[in-house]
């Protein structure tokens, strides 16, 4: 089937691979000129495992291009919208301009048996509006809302192997057009969901806002551990055993960060406001507030084991993205922490796998290095803050023979503290003693 990708960002150039391994003829857009130049020349513009690959295969096999110009995208059946709804710059709300642009381009070329397929994250209630403006604009396409779950890091097998797929749907007909592009992931007997709009859209909203108050909850115990001497990492473990609670999401640490989370609940805040339903999700503002306290408190430990100060202290930043697989820093707990010790006067060396590149756009005052090694050696503390591979394996009398005096702040819970103090370090976990 021919299939375009409006929007080939984290969600879209993923999309768009993977449509084109399940055997469709996709055209990805993008107005991101240098986005579209990289793609068509099979290079990632972003690091995701696996992704290069699946390009390379698409773009060889000929059923994979991309093009900044819209007009492209025409003479496809099925027209996946991804583009970004970040935060608006002076609220809580999900900012539209890109789908409201996207839609209102796409009303213009679409043939009138299409079907508009919305991926991107919306508030509910976007989807209807949606349809009034096709129709504003004198197009008959159809509209359907088909929320994505991929999560970077895993987004090639999130894509091609979903736990569920979710279609909201105003016709029985455009589900089974859907049902004809998915056929070979709905294959592997995976459930899969007709509904309404609304209940798509708030399906997204309503997983996000979960998981978000799973970390949050047992970041909160982190708190109350913290006050008491109890060790939050094993409280996750007793509890999660409980197949009710489950152990996942249940990593105390610096808390969430990038593209969805953060942004997602409180759009959802915005939203419940407008409704007339803030006190519905009244407990997500705690959420937030919750998970924005365990960056203050890293800090606040680093302050407390560099003796009251951390000015002019050599501090290593292992970490720079929200989580490891991933070279995204949009609103990263480990950016921040770096970028708050350094606005403290620290002498802030950071280091990351893949994020340098973003977080030096975000943060350009850093100083940064490549090596973990350069980022140790002499420092006088030691903050991991994402949890690399290559970070949770560092060997601790070695990297006590780098520094100028062993000290550590594990702030995604990840080191075995009994290895660590063996070898002379001073330290701290969060919601750990
Ligand atoms: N990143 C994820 O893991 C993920 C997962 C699930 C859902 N989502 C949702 O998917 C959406 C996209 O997220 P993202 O992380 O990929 O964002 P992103 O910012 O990485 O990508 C958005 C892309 O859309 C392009 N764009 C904007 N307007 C356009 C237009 N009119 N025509 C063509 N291209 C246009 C931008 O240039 C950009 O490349 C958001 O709503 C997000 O909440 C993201
Ligand atoms: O126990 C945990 C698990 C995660 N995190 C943090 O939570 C954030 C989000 O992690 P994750 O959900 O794995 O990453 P995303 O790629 O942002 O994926 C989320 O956001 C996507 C965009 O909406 C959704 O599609 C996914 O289903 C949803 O998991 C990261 O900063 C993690 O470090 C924790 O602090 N503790």
Redesign the pocket.
């Known amino acids: 089937m021919k299939i375009s990708v409006?929007?080939?960002?984290?969600?879209?150039a993923v999309h768009a691979a993977a449509m084109a391994r399940l055997g469709h003829d996709v055209v990805g857009?993008?107005?991101?000129a240098a986005?579209v130049e990289k793609l068509s020349a099979g290079v990632a513009p972003f690091f995701e495992p696996g992704l290069p690959e699946l390009l390379s295969e698409g773009i060889g096999s000929g059923r994979l291009r991309f093009s900044t110009d819209?007009a492209d995208a025409a003479g496809a059946r099925v027209h996946f919208l991804?583009?970004?709804?970040p935060q608006l710059p002076n609220s809580d709300g999900a900012d539209l301009r890109?789908v409201h642009?996207?839609v209102d381009?796409l009303a213009r070329v679409v043939a009138p048996d299409s079907l508009i397929v919305g991926?991107?994250?919306?508030p509910v209630g976007t989807a209807g509006g949606l349809v009034d403006r096709l129709r504003t604009a004198g197009s008959r396409a159809a509209l359907a809302w088909n929320p994505?779950?991929?999560?970077?890091g895993f987004?090639v097998a999130d894509t091609l192997t979903p736990d569920r797929l979710v279609y909201g749907v105003a016709d029985a007909d455009d589900a089974a057009l859907l049902d004809e592009v998915y056929v070979d992931v709905l294959a592997t007997g995976i459930p899969r969901i007709v509904t309404d709009y609304a209940t798509a859209e708030l399906v997204k909203t309503a997983a996000n806002a979960f998981l978000a108050t799973k970390i949050s909850f047992i970041n909160a115990m982190a708190e109350i551990a913290e006050a008491t001497g109890a060790d939050v990492t094993t409280l996750a473990d007793a509890i999660g055993h409980d197949a009710r609670i489950g152990r996942r999401f249940l990593n105390a640490g610096i808390g969430f960060g990038g593209?969805?989370l953060p942004k997602?609940i409180r759009a959802f805040t915005a939203r419940a406001e407008e409704l007339g339903r803030a006190e519905s999700v009244a407990f997500l503002r705690q959420v937030d507030a919750i998970n924005l306290r365990r960056r203050e408190r890293a800090v606040d430990l680093a302050v407390e084991l560099l003796g009251g100060s951390v000015f002019e202290r050599r501090i290593a930043v292992l970490g720079l993205t929200f989580k490891p697989d991933s070279d995204d820093t949009r609103d990263s707990p480990a950016l921040d922490v770096a970028a708050r010790l350094h606005g403290l006067g620290a002498r802030v060396r950071a280091t990351d796998p893949e994020g340098i590149g973003n977080a030096r756009l975000r943060h350009p005052q850093l100083d940064y290095t490549t090596s973990a090694e350069e980022a140790l050696r002499d420092a006088e503390l030691a903050v991991l803050v994402t949890e690399w591979r290559e970070y949770r394996d560092l060997d601790p009398e070695r990297v006590a023979g780098l520094m100028a005096t062993p000290r550590v702040i594990d702030a995604r819970n990840v080191l075995d503290p009994a290895s660590w103090r063996a070898a002379g370090f001073a330290y701290r976990g969060l919601g750990r003693s």
């Open positions: 409006i929007g080939c960002g984290y969600l879209g857009i993008d107005t991101d986005k819209l991804a583009v970004g709804t890109y642009g996207a381009a991926k991107s994250t919306v994505e779950f991929l999560r970077e987004a593209g969805c997602d």
